[in-house]
C-alpha cells in the first residue's frame, strides 16, 4: 500500500488486474483506488490484452496518432552519419511515448513527442522507434534513399563496439609527472585532430595536459601534479572513441607504509611507561610498580561472624551439653 502512495506523490497511476477466481478484490481494489487507476477482474486470460489497452486509452488517451508528420533532429548523432535525414519524408503515424530520463533522444515529433531514442546501461544499449519500418506508416521511408543507411547505423550503434584506443596513467615520483599514453587499434586510422584532454583532480583541480603524437597509433602527455594524492581523471573535453576516459588513484602516504613505525612506538611506550619489544621474561614483570585494587571483605567478614557466634554459643552452653551427654542412668539395686 505504500507503493501506491507513493506513486500517488509522483504523479503515477496504477490500475490493478485480478485473473481467477483466488484473488484478493479487496486489496486490489484499494491499491487502484489508492493510486487512482481502476481494478479489473476477469477469469478469461484472452482478455487480458483489450483490458490494458483499454486501461492505457483511459488514462493517457490514445497512444497511436495518426497523421502525417515530418521527425525533427534533436541532435547530430553517429546514427544519422550519411543519413540525409533533412531530406526524410514524412511519417504518417507513430505511438505516443514519454522518454526516460537519461536517455538521448536523437529525432523527435513536435512539440517534444520521440521518435527514435537511445541509452545505455552498463555495457548494454537499447533504442525505441516510435514508429514503424513498414508500409503502415513509413511507407514513404521505405522508398527513401537514406532508408537502408539509417537502419544499418542504428544496428550498427546497439551492436559491441570494439575498443578503437587504450589508455594506461603512471605517476613519476621523482618529477612529480602525471603521465598519460594512448594506443590505437592498428586497424584504425588516426584522429583528424588531437582533443583538448583535461585532468581532473581532488580539490577542484583542473588542468589541460599536454597530448603529442610520439609515434603511428601512440600518444603521450605528461603534467606536474606534484605531491597531490586522490582520484584524478583524465579525459577529453568530448567523447572520444581513440582518447578513452582513464583514471588513476593516488592513496595517501600513510597508507602506502608497510611494516612496524618503531619511532612512534618507542614514543608511545615512553609515554605510558612501558617497554619497547621486551624479553618474554619481561613481560610480566611489574619491575616494582602496584596497582591500586579494592577487593570486597564483607563476604568473607559476615561469614567469619557467623562461625564466631557459632563457636560462642557452644561455649556458652558447653556445660549443659557435657552434663547431658555425660549423664549415665542408674543402676538397679541387687538384694
Request: glycine share 8%; no cysteine.
Amino acid at each position: 500500500m505504500n507503493v501506491a502512495k507513493d506513486a500517488v506523490t509522483k504523479k503515477v497511476t496504477i490500475s490493478t488486474v485480478g485473473l481467477g477466481q483466488d484473488v484478493n478484490r479487496a486489496y486490489l481494489e484499494k491499491v487502484a483506488v489508492t493510486a487512482k487507476g481502476r481494478a479489473y477482474f476477469l477469469t478469461d486470460p484472452s482478455g487480458l490484452e483489450q483490458i490494458l489497452l483499454k486501461d492505457v486509452m483511459e488514462h493517457t488517451g490514445s497512444t497511436a496518432i495518426e497523421k502525417a508528420i515530418t521527425p525533427v533532429v534533436v541532435h547530430r548523432s553517429a546514427v544519422l552519419d550519411g543519413v540525409g535525414i533533412e531530406t526524410a519524408p514524412p511519417l504518417r503515424g507513430y505511438v505516443k511515448f514519454i522518454a526516460k530520463p537519461g536517455a538521448d533522444t536523437v529525432l523527435k515529433f513536435e512539440p517534444n513527442d520521440p521518435l527514435l531514442t537511445m541509452w545505455q546501461l552498463g555495457l548494454g544499449r537499447s533504442a525505441v522507434f516510435t514508429s514503424d519500418a513498414k508500409a503502415r506508416w513509413a511507407e514513404q521511408w521505405v522508398g527513401w534513399a537514406g532508408f537502408d543507411r539509417f537502419w544499418i547505423n542504428v544496428f550498427r550503434n546497439l551492436l559491441p563496439h570494439a575498443q578503437a584506443g587504450e589508455a594506461r596513467v603512471a605517476y613519476d615520483n621523482a618529477s612529480g609527472n602525471l603521465q598519460v599514453e594512448y594506443k590505437l587499434a592498428s586497424h584504425l586510422d588516426g584522429p583528424s585532430r588531437i582533443p583538448d584532454v583535461f585532468v581532473l583532480g581532488p580539490n577542484d583541480f583542473k588542468q589541460t595536459i599536454a597530448v603529442k603524437k610520439v609515434s603511428e597509433g601512440t600518444y603521450r602527455g605528461e603534467l606536474q601534479i606534484g605531491s597531490r594524492r586522490g582520484l584524478f581523471r583524465i579525459r577529453p573535453l568530448e567523447d572520444s572513441l581513440f582518447f578513452p576516459e582513464a583514471g588513476l588513484y593516488r592513496e595517501e602516504a600513510e597508507m602506502t607504509q608497510y611494516g612496524s613505525n618503531e619511532p612512534l612506538l618507542r614514543q608511545v611506550a615512553a609515554y605510558t611507561g612501558g617497554r619497547f619489544n621486551p624479553k618474554p621474561a619481561q613481560v610480566f614483570d611489574a619491575a616494582g610498580r602496584s596497582i591500586p585494587s579494592s577487593i570486597r571483605l564483607w563476604p568473607a567478614l559476615l561469614a567469619l561472624a557467623i562461625v564466631l557466634n557459632l563457636i560462642e554459643l557452644i561455649f556458652r552452653k558447653w556445660e549443659a551439653i557435657r552434663a547431658m551427654f555425660g549423664r549415665r542412668p542408674a543402676l538397679p539395686e541387687t538384694v
